[in-house]
């Protein structure tokens, strides 16, 4: 069941805090941007909703990383079934995984969405001004909150559940992906240390 061995350096919690406050301020604009642009109140809500759904899917994965086993897709690596090698690399990385996944994509995704709240109760008020905006402020960001945790919740048991199988689509779908882009975020280690092997000879 999963792995214990850290993969975190020093160099790499200030590359994260640092990358971490960055896209913070990125998401953030973004979000206020759309959320001004998007007049349509229903729009708005949905925009909430994807953010939402991208937190509770990145704890999803956090979870389901810590608690996936190595035999199955040590197996599938070996018989070089698609996503078997990202899926392994994966629980091999589980510490940075889980610290991506749970705390800066997760955080990131809850501080955008009380921004989002705040906008839409903006719109709210412009277009219903006779709405108390402090008791839309709390109930906007009670439904928030809910939908996170209920989210969340209902998330962990399904990832510890079946952890494997939720690697192996996330694998698959890595695979897919550097099929499609020619990029994966695993190859580029790789290819760093065949780089220094031949410096070497």
């Known amino acids: 069941m999963g792995n214990n061995k850290s993969t975190v350096s020093g160099r790499y ?20 941007i759309i959320a001004s642009k998007l007049h349509n109140l229903f729009l708005s809500f949905i925009f909430l909703f994807v953010i939402i759904l991208v937190n509770i899917i990145a704890d999803l994965v956090g979870t389901a990383v ?10 599938k690596a070996a018989k070089r079934v698609e996503g078997g ?17 749970n705390d800066i994509i997760g955080d990131i995704t809850t501080t955008v969405s009380g921004a989002l709240g705040i906008s839409i109760v903006v719109q709210i008020m412009r277009d219903g ?12 960001t009670a439904l928030i909150s809910v939908l996170i945790v209920i989210g ?3 998330g962990k048991k399904l990832s ?16 897919k992906v550097e099929n499609i882009t020619g990029y ?18």
């Open 85 to 101: 090698h990202h899926g392994l690399q994966l629980i091999r990385n589980a510490d940075r995984v889980a610290n991506i996944a």
């Open 13 to 32: 919690i200030l590359l994260v805090g640092i990358g971490s406050f960055f896209i913070a301020v990125i998401f953030t604009l973004l979000s206020e």
């Open 129 to 140: 001004p006779q709405l108390e905006q402090f008791w839309l402020n709390v109930l906007l």
């Open 66 to 75: 810590t608690a996936a086993s190595h035999a199955p897709f040590n197996a």
């Open 160 to 175: 510890l559940s079946y952890p494997d199988e939720i690697i192996f689509f996330v694998g698959k779908f890595l695979a």
């Open 152 to 154: 969340k919740a209902a």
């Open 184 to 201: 994966s975020p695993f190859q580029k280690r790789r290819v760093l240390k065949n780089k220094q092997k031949v410096g070497k000879l």
